[in-house]
């Protein structure tokens, strides 16, 4: 048996001929950086979210950072966001010289958690950054009625939510700033890092188009200090190769995702929950598990890619513990740092595999008894 968490030759297989077109394309241009292929992603981009602007870049972290360096946050200035969420999004707000201030996640969607917002802000908190985890919205609503309160700055990571809706509109079309990531394995990825920032105001997307490109208004004139964040072009067409399948894969994750739910709730197993009007992109599909660790060693051992997405919040990495006050408590965090465990899903998996999945996966792995 072997099922990938992902299976990207079987989706290169189905795309290798365009893909490599593309790629030719590029190689007889000899335009490697920014130029007319990145400006086609980008606008194809923007019509299948429906945004106003996108600006790619170098990588979903520097997507983040960007954004708020664009906002003017940096030292001493605090950001609210989760624990439970890749590294990246701590990281960058470091990367400004911010201070990320942690809430605990829903215990139903994972996600940040409104009713835990309002007591984090302080006379500081300049922004919220709450994390689209595993493509599932966030309750956005709450989140921006909170921050209008409070005059803070919202910046959406949506990383892992390429096309997820939140209340019939696609994640980014209506926001702010959103940041997405293309890394090879989202259900939209390039073939390296890249990565795009979205937002609706128009000087709030020029600077932010600067500062990716080393602060530029001329080829050789700098009116700002920017980063060199660009997006290349041979990313930029893969991505727009793919582009035109992304509804259809993600259709199939959706399938996929209710499969296993049907096999594996009955048996007491839960999964990520949707907000009101969420519907996730399922990036990724997430149970709770109480033999995590024995789960996960069995399902690996028998070819079977399952994964923990994430295995340490990022309150307790290491790199930041210094900067983690003694007294924050995130027991929901914690439990599911514990229980999660990833199941295969992608465009591309097939309806026997993921029987294959659920029949071994319930052979051996035991629900939470709370």
Not at 52 to 69: F, K, M, P
Request: charged letters at 20%; proline letters at 5%; a neutral charge.
């Amino acid at each position: 048996m072997s099922i990938p968490l992902v299976n990207l030759k079987r989706q290169y297989a189905e795309i290798q001929e365009p893909v490599r077109r593309a790629i030719d394309r590029v190689l007889d241009n000899q335009a490697f950086i920014q130029g007319p292929v990145v400006a086609e992603f980008t606008e194809a981009y923007r019509v299948a979210l429906g945004a106003r602007h996108v600006i790619g870049c170098s990588n979903g972290t520097a997507a983040i950072e960007i954004a708020l360096r664009a906002y003017g946050i940096g030292a001493g200035d605090e950001v609210i966001t989760v624990s439970h969420t890749f590294f990246a999004t701590v990281e960058a707000i470091l990367n400004v010289n911010a201070v990320p201030v942690y809430v605990d996640v829903d215990p139903d969607t994972y996600n940040l958690n409104p009713a835990m917002l309002e007591a984090a802000i302080t006379p500081r908190t300049r922004a919220v950054i709450p994390v689209h985890l595993y493509g599932m919205p966030c309750d956005m609503d709450a989140i921006r009625s909170i921050a209008a309160r409070h005059s803070l700055v919202v910046i959406e990571d949506a990383a892992q939510a390429h096309l997820a809706k939140y209340k019939g509109r696609i994640v980014g079309s209506d926001s702010d700033v959103a940041t997405f990531s293309f890394y090879p394995g989202k259900n939209l990825g390039a073939y390296g890092d890249s990565g795009a920032i979205v937002c609706r105001d128009d000087a709030l997307a020029e600077r932010m188009k600067r500062l990716c490109d080393h602060g530029r208004s001329g080829k050789y004139t700098h009116d700002m200090v920017g980063s060199n964040h660009r997006m290349d072009a041979l990313q930029a067409a893969v991505l727009t190769t793919k582009l035109p399948y992304l509804e259809r894969w993600n259709d199939r994750r959706k399938e996929v995702a209710k499969r296993y739910q049907a096999a594996l709730e009955p048996r007491g197993f839960r999964s990520q929950s949707a907000p009101e009007g969420g519907e996730s992109s399922y990036h990724l599909f997430v149970v709770q598990v109480a033999n995590r660790d024995e789960t996960l060693a069995r399902l690996n051992g028998n070819g079977i890619g399952a994964g923990i997405h994430y295995p340490v919040p990022v309150h307790r990495q290491k790199a930041v513990e210094s900067l983690v006050p003694a007294s924050l408590d995130l027991p929901v965090t914690d439990a599911l740092a514990r229980r999660i465990i990833s199941l295969p899903i992608c465009g591309s998996i097939s309806d026997d595999e993921v029987d294959q999945v659920c029949k071994f996966f319930l052979s051996v792995a035991k629900p939470p008894n709370d």
